[in-house]
């Protein structure tokens, strides 16, 4: 399956402002969908990304929060474990940024991120449940440029692996799919940079 590309948008999405601690909360369950999430975090990206990839800028509005400046309602009304990204959708709110790609894959149109192929498909759960410790792994490298641990090695050589485990195309299954940027530093592994998702956020 080649993953289709959501149609291109004549317009750039002008994006909300992010929301603080004196800012009034949105009109909670009144029938919009929301995606609650902070600009910088790699973890709201990955929703913020799909959504785009599937062309859903006018389904599911963008909520930015302040994380800095966190308004106490974001907690208190809209999602109590207090972190971004969260999904306002059919009157509940939901989090967890990697079941919420999926979730936003299957619930919404737009192009499918996964494959249907049922190898593919089971690749793309284990590399999706792996992203957390990749990022963990990662993390202390290339964000405070610390030595390369061994874990964090370990980790490149299971991302390498994997990326030769379908030959029907370039990305992680073969075609671009919600695995190609799961992982924060995957998408753009030039920069590794946790903001690189932000070029493809703004698309
Ligand atoms: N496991 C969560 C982690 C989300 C997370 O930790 N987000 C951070 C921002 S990058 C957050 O909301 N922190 C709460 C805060 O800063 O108040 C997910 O994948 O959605």
Partial sequence: MAAAAAPARSTKEVLP?????????????DGTTRLYICYICPFAQRAWVTR????????????AINLED???WYKEKVYPQG???SLEHDGKVTGES???IKYIDSNFHGPALLPQDPAKRQFADELIAYADAFTKALYSPLISQVA?????????DKIEAALSKFSDGPFFLGQFSLVCYANPFEL???AFCFN???????L
């Fill in 52 to 63: 785009n990839c599937k062309g859903l800028q006018e389904e599911i509005k963008l909520v």
């Fill in 188 to 190: 753009n592994p030039n």
């Fill in 17 to 29: 402002p992010a929301l603080g601690a004196v800012s009034e909360p949105p009109p909670l369950f």
């Fill in 70 to 72: 966190k308004p106490a």
């Fill in 83 to 85: 972190t971004v990204p």
């Fill in 98 to 100: 990697l079941d919420l």
């Fill in 148 to 156: 390369m641990s061994d874990e964090a090695v370990a980790a490149l």
């Fill in 196 to 202: 690189s998702h932000r070029n493809v956020c703004e």
